[in-house]
Structure formats: C-alpha cells, structure tokens
C-alpha cells in the first residue's frame, strides 16, 4: 500500500515562533502563507507542516501522488483505492473520500492511540 509523500502537520500555537524555531533546525519554508496561518517547511525530505488555529491535534499526514519533494509521481495508488484497502483490513475511518468521484479528495483514521491521520491526495 503506497501511502505517498509523508509530512507532519503540527498545530502550533504562535506560527511566527514556530517557523523561527524549525529554521534553526535546518528547515526551509516552501509553501503556504504565513498569513493565513499555514506553512510547510522541508530540510531534504522531511517535511513538516504549522498549521495555526486550524485543528487541536499534530496529524500524520500522507499524500498520494507526491514525492518527498512535493513532485507528482507518475503512478500512484489513488485515495478512494486506499480507502477500501482499508475498510477490507478492518480499519474504521473517521471521515470517507466519495467513491464515486475522482482526483482530490482525503480520508481520516486514528491508530489505535488516538493520533489522527490523514490521507490527502491532491491530484
């Protein structure tokens, strides 16, 4: 099961302190709009997103369709396909990409811990 790219998504308190901070580390702002409150920030091919007053929890984020760098990928295993490999492993899912559509759509889980995770196809 090809997942795609894979990032954190923190859900910072202060965006201006955080990004501060991960520059510190290494990383680099390449995406998003400071204010709107969203940025995602690489150092090679890790990839974290801070995310302002958008969600109360980090989220294990992955992309179908994306490499580590962002770039579409030539095949990938499409979201809605995902979804169904899911349910038939007995995964339950918190919210569903429509079946019957196609290109971008997401999917949410939990591990068994309580950590969301989310499947967010873009293409």
Do not use: C
């Amino acid at each position: 099961m090809d997942l795609g790219a894979f990032s954190i998504s923190l859900a910072v308190k202060d965006i201006a302190a955080s990004k501060a901070f991960y520059e510190k580390l290494g990383f680099e702002a390449v995406g998003g709009n400071i204010d709107e409150n969203w940025l995602i920030l690489r150092n090679a091919d890790k990839v974290i997103g801070l995310f302002q007053g958008m969600f109360d929890k980090n989220i294990l984020t992955f992309n179908p369709g994306w490499d580590q760098q962002g770039q579409e990928t030539g095949s990938y295993t499409d979201v809605r396909q995902l979804q169904q490999a899911l349910r038939d492993n007995g995964v339950a899912l918190v919210s569903e990409a429509d079946e019957n559509s196609s290109g971008p759509a997401s999917i949410t889980l939990l591990d068994p811990d309580g950590n969301p995770i989310l499947i967010d196809q873009h293409r």
